[in-house]
């Protein structure tokens, strides 16, 4: 296994690790980003469950996909991972901003900057070496 194709496995446990937290304790995620607990209603932590549920699923597909990846392809599939996480975190600013809720106290500004970043590794990693 490339050390590309091992990268490509940290969207599959990121995915699982949020996937089941989501699912399983979503006001746990909630309150660890300093999410108003007066503000979490039954309709908020279905639509967190769902997002876990969304999660689950692109791990599965991506960890089902994996035997796909070749020397070849390996630098496609790398920049799609890089897609993904830089959609997340663009995604996540756009709505922080349209929201005024761009603060440096705003744990999700973080988050979404870390997305970034997880982006660009995989853009870096993304040329095939040989392990």
Do not use: C
Not at 13 to 28: D, E, K, Q, T
Not at 43 to 60: C, D, E, K, N, R
Not at 110 to 128: C, E, H, K, S, T
């Amino acid at each position: 296994m490339s050390t590309q194709q091992k990268t490509m496995m940290f969207t599959v446990i990121a995915g699982l690790v949020y996937g089941l937290w989501f699912f399983l304790a979503p006001g746990s995620y909630m309150s660890m980003m300093m999410f108003p607990e007066d503000l979490v209603t039954p309709a908020l932590t279905s639509q967190l469950q769902q997002t876990g549920m969304a999660l689950l699923v692109i791990s599965y597909w991506i960890n089902a996909t994996s035997g796909y990846v070749t020397k070849e392809n390996t630098s496609s599939f790398m920049t799609h991972h890089a897609v993904g996480w830089g959609i997340f975190g663009i995604g996540g600013l756009y709505i922080l901003a349209s929201g005024s809720a761009m603060t440096t106290d705003n744990p999700f500004l973080y988050q979404n900057i870390v997305f970034l970043g997880i982006a660009g590794v995989f853009l870096a990693m993304r040329n095939p070496k040989t392990d």
